[in-house]
């Protein structure tokens, strides 16, 4: 019996998943954002109960969670100190010289996570070689540590120059800091992130340092209240960026692993789908309740960075969008604050916006009956017909649209002179630009043609989307799988344990480095076993897959390149080197085979593989669709002139009536627990058996 749980700021999504009889029972309830854990447990209860089990016979919980990112977009994080090597104060304050709006000079940075006088400075020094050149300062040390306990510093972050070839000074320090602070509140940047670049290295350990203490108490508190309901036997798994798995106390060293947790397990889904469905090029786009995310799919594989920005007002892979880096093999995705509760306001200007900021999940948007006031897209969508009022969350909520009314009518329409529907359509329109941005830099700023894609769209708020979204891209296969509001929750079940390891030593890739480079991968071998001989069991499978970050000497940034083998050899060393030529002009449009080349980083991936959920295919449909199964709803659609709305009688179908083989021309509803789908004018869509919507133009 497994149980994932992915809880977002909006909603928490679960899904049960008995292996023995390959049966899944879905849920999906409001969040409680102060304290995320009441309804984890609550729908952790409710759909045991509902699968006519007990806490006790559950075998495993996986659980995806946005606290983390939360944290840092909120800036709600631990006060926190930070210990450099002396000299280096500023670090974190001067960053790097590129900036995310290159030509706006008034562009603030986000303020460090540490402010300046939380910053001590250590006598010690480490070469560039690994040598000492300066032992550590002991008693300059402890006066630092206890100033910072005196200031009322809560967690701690170490990063020394070159700690990461010779981490003794680093965990010197971390011995004495136990005097001061908890072990678990103490993060060394040579366990944090093992790799050069100082800045990145120090922002990651930080950004590990400050999510910390809410991460510990989150865990502790979930860990005591499973054991209090019958879950004492359950193994507990958290997701991590990667899209994998770490077991929760685990995670409690590697917070800043969780920061993209759920949304990585909706890309885990959305590649196990483009495999399922031999798509070869996928957008995967998800919108819940809070926040929109995308990400490319290229052979039923999501694609990874080690670079990423959080924080800013834009997460993403890259190098400078306003964030803090964090640097841990990620997948790839680009998230902004674009979800159906984010509310609509209007600016200095007079301008209609929408987001970031989200109702949440209380008091939610003002069509909940729970106290907002805020104009939210839920209202919008409610004031254009597109929710029923009656079965949101399959009728476990109502819609209130007279409170949608007022809320749209006071906040937007009256303040823009504009009627309630046309001020809901402008709202909409609005948020799909919010939408679009992401949807153009996972594609086509990184020199992809949307066009040559499918649309994987999922979450809450996802379908409903999609077709104004891949009419704007150019974009005519979109794919709607089952299950599409709870989609993060099913890539939890199909997620693998991971740990990533790595060793930083900048070298040529020559024959004559062979033997340097095959010690460096042992010994990172040496550590990836001892990892997996702790985690998995003996009738689970595991694997290591090594990879290596290369670059042109004389070049400030790499790409990474798989490998396999276990030893290096002059043909190892070959393929690398040709690998890296094709993928650099694949990247970049030129490469030289015949300029050295660079070894960065060794990285390796160990993976644990568990049992995966087989989904059952749908049933053939015998007959063609009767009038019997749909019903009739008032909708308004923007007129093709772009001068006003219309109003159309929109067909609503029940998802779960439909069967493979049933074909529908749009414009038409579909409707379903956790989702609706709109099928717009010009589409047509097609169930397969596997249960997907399958739409076209």
């Given at each position: 019996?497994?149980?994932?749980?992915?809880?977002?700021?909006?909603?928490?999504?679960?899904?049960?998943?008995?292996?023995?009889?390959?049966?899944?029972?879905?849920?999906?309830?409001?969040?409680?954002?102060?304290?995320?854990?009441?309804?984890?447990?609550?729908?952790?209860?409710?759909?045991?109960?509902?699968?006519?089990?007990?806490?006790?016979?559950?075998?495993?919980?996986?659980?995806?969670?946005?606290?983390?990112?939360?944290?840092?977009?909120?800036?709600?994080?631990?006060?926190?100190?930070?210990?450099?090597?002396?000299?280096?104060?500023?670090?974190?304050?001067?960053?790097?010289?590129?900036?995310?709006?290159?030509?706006?000079?008034?562009?603030?940075?986000?303020?460090?996570?540490?402010?300046?006088?939380?910053?001590?400075?250590?006598?010690?020094?480490?070469?560039?070689?690994?040598?000492?050149?300066?032992?550590?300062?002991?008693?300059?040390?402890?006066?630092?540590?206890?100033?910072?306990?005196?200031?009322?510093?809560?967690?701690?972050?170490?990063?020394?120059?070159?700690?990461?070839?010779?981490?003794?000074?680093?965990?010197?320090?971390?011995?004495?800091?136990?005097?001061?602070?908890?072990?678990?509140?103490?993060?060394?940047?040579?366990?944090?992130?093992p790799e050069f670049r100082e800045y990145e290295r120090t922002s990651t350990?930080?950004?590990?340092?400050?999510?910390?203490?809410?991460?510990?108490?989150?865990?502790?508190?979930?860990?005591?209240?499973?054991?209090?309901?019958?879950?004492?036997?359950?193994?507990?798994?958290?997701?991590?960026?990667?899209?994998?798995?770490?077991?929760?106390?685990?995670?409690?060293?590697?917070?800043?692993?969780?920061?993209?947790?759920?949304?990585?397990?909706?890309?885990?889904?959305?590649?196990?789908?483009?495999?399922?469905?031999?798509?070869?090029?996928?957008?995967?786009?998800?919108?819940?309740?809070?926040?929109?995310?995308?990400?490319?799919?290229?052979?039923?594989?999501?694609?990874?960075?080690?670079?990423?920005?959080?924080?800013?007002?834009?997460?993403?892979?890259?190098?400078?969008?306003?964030?803090?880096?964090?640097?841990?093999?990620?997948?790839?995705?680009?998230?902004?604050?674009?979800?159906?509760?984010?509310?609509?306001?209007?600016?200095?200007?007079?301008?209609?916006?929408?987001?970031?900021?989200?109702?949440?999940?209380?008091?939610?948007?003002?069509?909940?009956?729970?106290?907002?006031?805020?104009?939210?897209?839920?209202?919008?969508?409610?004031?254009?017909?597109?929710?029923?009022?009656?079965?949101?969350?399959?009728?476990?909520?109502?819609?209130?649209?007279?409170?949608?009314?007022?809320?749209?009518?006071?906040?937007?329409?009256?303040?823009?002179?504009?009627?309630?529907?046309?001020?809901?359509?402008?709202?909409?329109?609005?948020?799909?630009?919010?939408?679009?941005?992401?949807?153009?830099?996972?594609?086509?700023?990184?020199?992809?043609?949307?066009?040559?894609?499918?649309?994987?769209?999922?979450?809450?708020?996802?379908?409903?989307?999609?077709?104004?979204?891949?009419?704007?891209?150019?974009?005519?296969?979109?794919?709607?799988?089952?299950?599409?509001?709870?989609?993060?929750?099913?890539?939890?079940?199909?997620?693998?344990?991971?740990?990533?390891?790595?060793?930083?030593?900048?070298?040529?890739?020559?024959?004559?480095?062979?033997?340097?480079?095959?010690?460096?991968?042992?010994?990172?071998?040496?550590?990836?076993?001892?990892?997996?001989?702790?985690?998995?069991?003996?009738?689970?499978?595991?694997?290591?897959?090594?990879?290596?970050?290369?670059?042109?000497?004389?070049?400030?940034?790499?790409?990474?390149?798989?490998?396999?083998?276990?030893?290096?050899?002059?043909?190892?060393?070959?393929?690398?080197?040709?690998?890296?030529?094709?993928?650099?002009?694949?990247?970049?449009?030129?490469?030289?085979?015949?300029?050295?080349?660079?070894?960065?980083?060794?990285?390796?991936?160990?993976?644990?593989?568990?049992?995966?959920p087989q989904f059952p295919p749908l049933a053939k449909a015998l007959h063609?669709?009767?009038?019997?199964?749909?019903?009739?709803?008032?909708?308004?659609?923007?007129?093709?002139?772009?001068?006003?709305?219309?109003?159309?009688?929109?067909?609503?179908?029940?998802?779960?009536?439909?069967?493979?083989?049933?074909?529908?021309?749009?414009?038409?509803?579909?409707?379903?627990?956790?989702?609706?789908?709109?099928?717009?004018?010009?589409?047509?869509?097609?169930?397969?058996?596997?249960?997907?919507?399958?739409?076209?133009?």
């Amino acid at each position: 019996m497994k149980v994932a749980i992915d809880t977002g700021g909006t909603f928490t999504d679960i899904l049960f998943f008995d292996e023995e009889k390959n049966t899944l029972w879905p849920l999906k309830i409001p969040s409680t954002p102060a304290h995320p854990e009441k309804a984890f447990l609550r729908g952790l209860l409710e759909v045991t109960d509902v699968a006519q089990s007990k806490p006790a016979l559950i075998t495993t919980i996986i659980h995806g969670t946005t606290l983390v990112t939360n944290a840092l977009l909120q800036q709600n994080t631990a006060k926190t100190g930070l210990l450099v090597t002396a000299g280096f104060r500023d670090l974190l304050e001067i960053g790097r010289q590129d900036r995310p709006e290159l030509y706006n000079l008034q562009v603030e940075k986000q303020p460090p996570l540490v402010p300046r006088e939380l910053i001590q400075e250590i006598p010690e020094r480490i070469g560039p070689d690994g040598q000492v050149l300066t032992e550590l300062d002991g008693p300059s040390a402890r006066r630092a540590l206890r100033r910072l306990h005196q200031e009322g510093v809560k967690t701690l972050a170490v990063s020394f120059l070159f700690s990461f070839l010779n981490p003794r000074h680093e965990q010197k320090l971390g011995q004495l800091a136990r005097e001061f602070f908890p072990e678990e509140h103490i993060f060394l940047s040579s366990q944090i992130s093992p790799e050069f670049r100082e800045y990145e290295r120090t922002s990651t350990t930080v950004v590990a340092a400050a999510v910390a203490p809410l991460v510990v108490d989150y865990l502790k508190v979930l860990l005591k209240k499973l054991n209090q309901i019958g879950c004492s036997l359950a193994e507990i798994f958290i997701m991590h960026s990667g899209g994998g798995m770490l077991p929760a106390k685990e995670a409690t060293r590697h917070p800043h692993q969780l920061i993209e947790s759920g949304p990585a397990a909706g890309l885990i889904a959305a590649a196990h789908w483009a495999k399922l469905l031999q798509l070869p090029q996928v957008i995967a786009f998800d919108m819940g309740g809070t926040t929109a995310k995308a990400g490319v799919i290229f052979d039923g594989k999501p694609q990874y960075t080690v670079d990423y920005q959080v924080g800013g007002k834009i997460h993403r892979g890259g190098k400078n969008y306003g964030g803090y880096p964090v640097r841990f093999p990620m997948i790839d995705l680009t998230e902004c604050g674009a979800g159906s509760g984010s509310i609509a306001w209007i600016d200095a200007g007079g301008h209609l916006q929408v987001g970031p900021q989200s109702a949440g999940a209380y008091p939610g948007p003002a069509s909940y009956g729970q106290g907002g006031e805020e104009a939210t897209v839920t209202d919008a969508y409610l004031l254009l017909g597109y929710l029923q009022p009656d079965n949101l969350l399959g009728g476990r909520k109502a819609l209130h649209p007279d409170l949608a009314s007022k809320a749209v009518q006071d906040k937007i329409a009256h303040p823009l002179g504009l009627g309630n529907r046309q001020a809901a359509q402008g709202i909409l329109t609005i948020i799909n630009a919010n939408m679009l941005r992401i949807l153009r830099l996972v594609s086509l700023a990184r020199g992809y043609d949307p066009r040559d894609f499918t649309l994987l769209a999922y979450g809450g708020a996802g379908p409903l989307h999609a077709c104004q979204l891949a009419e704007e891209m150019g974009i005519k296969k979109i794919i709607i799988p089952p299950f599409p509001g709870l989609f993060s929750s099913v890539g939890l079940l199909l997620a693998d344990i991971t740990m990533d390891f790595v060793k930083t030593r900048i070298l040529l890739l020559e024959n004559e480095n062979i033997s340097l480079l095959q010690t460096i991968f042992s010994l990172l071998k040496q550590e990836a076993k001892a990892w997996l001989k702790k985690t998995s069991s003996a009738r689970e499978k595991s694997a290591l897959f090594p990879s290596a970050d290369l670059r042109y000497q004389g070049q400030n940034y790499e790409l990474n390149i798989p490998f396999s083998g276990e030893k290096f050899t002059t043909e190892l060393i070959t393929s690398l080197l040709s690998a890296f030529h094709q993928l650099h002009h694949q990247f970049y449009g030129h490469s030289d085979p015949n300029e050295p080349v660079e070894v960065v980083n060794l990285r390796l991936k160990a993976v644990v593989k568990g049992p995966k959920p087989q989904f059952p295919p749908l049933a053939k449909a015998l007959h063609p669709l009767s009038e019997s199964r749909k019903s009739f709803r008032e909708i308004w659609l923007p007129q093709n002139t772009k001068k006003g709305l219309r109003s159309i009688k929109c067909p609503v179908f029940r998802r779960d009536s439909l069967r493979a083989g049933h074909k529908i021309k749009g414009p038409a509803l579909i409707q379903e627990t956790n989702s609706t789908t709109f099928v717009s004018p010009a589409w047509h869509l097609l169930i397969d058996y596997q249960g997907n919507l399958i739409l076209e133009r």
